[in-house]
């Protein structure tokens, strides 16, 4: 039976025709049979695919041997193309879509004035070594909130984002200035999120940022549940969240009954694509699985007919 897997990557480099990229790109998946979302801008590629591993690793290849990819960080995790409704690929703005195009600089060496990238090795000796002088490092997670809910850093500051397009807001809005000071290390699932956010740290004052290199995904592979993550990672395609070891821990809770999950559930609403948590007999009742604003809107429905 043949393997499959996925794959996981980006790169910062700049692109001088980003369209020519994106057919370059599209053409690869369907030559390989491989599934996946891509986007490309004029600072470089943010992807995952997947399907059978071989057909994985020539796409691989091929995408490494344009001059800008050469140096793109690529993870593997479990999976297949069945993973993904479709191949999608796309030229935007930004490949993060942090709503500041303006403030990233971008040359072949990457992102510049961001943090310093630390492995995970290099994290827990930085932890150890400032512990040993009783000063403490904060982990910034740079997900979406709802991301933690089911897995995170222990202690970690979690900003109430709900895209990434709420941290500038959030970085400007004073509520982090006490950690301007700290040893700060952001984090989020593969790596790519943080190269932004730990410029827009830099840039607004933050004084001694790091960011950790691969992301949650690296590091689980090099710690699993025995280091200082706990939980789940969430991940964005049919998967929905993964575990790094059978001895991961559920730290997420059911908004239903708060049973330990790890389970999304969308709205009962179709049109409606916001997820919360739930236990398997709470994600039955469709009633229960409306979100608080169709909830609301449901009722505000039934008054205004009853009043008419």
Not at 31 to 38: H, K, T
Not at 57 to 86: L, N
Not at 234 to 261: I, K, N, S
Request: net charge negative.
């Amino acid at each position: 039976m043949a393997q499959h897997r996925i794959v996981l990557f980006y790169a910062f480099s700049p692109l001088p025709d980003p369209e020519a990229i994106r057919l370059w790109q599209r053409s690869l998946l369907e030559q390989w049979g491989l599934r996946g979302r891509i986007l490309i801008s004029k600072d470089g590629i943010n992807g995952t695919a997947g399907g059978e591993i071989r057909a994985v690793k020539q796409y691989v290849k091929a995408t490494r041997e344009y001059p800008a990819f050469h140096r793109m960080d690529i993870k593997w995790s479990d999976g297949s193309a069945e993973d993904f409704p479709r191949i999608s690929v796309k030229v935007r703005d930004e490949i993060v879509s942090f709503g500041a195009p303006g403030e990233l600089t971008v040359t072949g060496d990457g992102v510049q004035g961001g943090g310093r990238h630390l492995t995970p090795e290099q994290v827990h000796e930085l932890v150890d070594s400032r512990r040993a002088t009783g000063e403490e490092v904060v982990f910034f997670d740079g997900r979406n909130a709802f991301e933690a809910q089911i897995g995170k850093f222990k202690d970690a500051v979690v900003p109430q984002v709900e895209t990434t397009h709420d941290f500038i807001r959030e970085l400007d809005s004073g509520k982090y200035d006490e950690l301007k000071d700290k040893p700060v290390v952001t984090y989020c699932t593969g790596g790519i999120r943080c190269e932004v956010l730990s410029s827009l740290m830099v840039n607004r004052g933050f004084r001694e940022v790091y960011q950790l290199k691969g992301g949650i995904a690296r590091y689980g592979e090099k710690y699993g549940d025995k280091g200082l993550w706990e939980g789940s990672l969430y991940v964005f395609d049919r998967r929905m969240h993964l575990e790094f070891t059978p001895d991961a821990v559920t730290v997420g809770r059911c908004v239903g009954c708060e049973a330990p999950t790890n389970k999304f559930e969308n709205c009962a609403t179709p049109s409606c694509r916001k997820l919360r948590l739930f236990c398997p007999e709470c994600a039955a009742d469709d009633a229960l699985r409306l979100c608080p604003d169709c909830y609301a809107s449901g009722h505000q429905a039934v008054e205004a007919s009853t009043i008419s």
